[in-house]
């Protein structure tokens, strides 16, 4: 299965993947990382791919419309023409599956339908609860420890026209302990994440081909 990753930030999930596809070995591992896709060209997910030699595209509204036009978009806008533009990527690549590892952007339009049952996204908190617009990173922490949840985890969901709503393939629980902070919790889920991450891709892969 080609996929492509999709990233925003430090790409510790991407290097959760790469690392697993470089221990099995490509007859084994049931997915294989063709690109790595980022919407801001600070993102540290591209260097991770850089340095894993594998092809890399910055997705940023400004790298698409041009800074003048980008400026001046409504944020549907800019979630539109990212979403075309990784469509014509994914078209490109031959991509048969795309993972949201820590994206920001929101997808929207068409490619939504044509990798329909084929988008999965880690979000680090236990869904349906702490999702949502807004409900991304260290706001999710936030709300987890502001409701005085026992435990918190990350899911691993299919993507739909919604926001965090497609169908939940698996989740990883943890303790919230009564000194957690935003860094201790978030520390505590990322080590589940990364274990998920790569179990999701697998189950995505079994349910496609197998
Ligand atoms: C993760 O916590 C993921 O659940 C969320 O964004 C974060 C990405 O972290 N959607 P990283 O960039 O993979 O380190």
Partial sequence: MNIAVLASGGGTNLQALI???KSLGPSFCPYYI???FCDKKSS???QRAEKAQI???VVSPYAIMGSEIAKNAS??????AVSNRCLELCTSYN???VVLAGFLTVLAGPFLDKYSGRIINIHPALLPKFGGEGMWGNNVHRAVLAAQEKESGCTIHLVDHGCDTGRILLQKKVPVLADDTVESLYARIAIEEHKAIVEGVTLLA???YY
């Fill in 95 to 97: 991509i048969d599956a």
């Fill in 75 to 80: 944020q549907s806008e800019k979630r539109l």
């Fill in 19 to 21: 690392d697993n596809e």
């Fill in 206 to 208: 079994n349910e496609l």
């Fill in 55 to 57: 092809s890399s595209e």
């Fill in 44 to 46: 540290y997910a591209l």
């Fill in 34 to 36: 063709s690109c790595v």
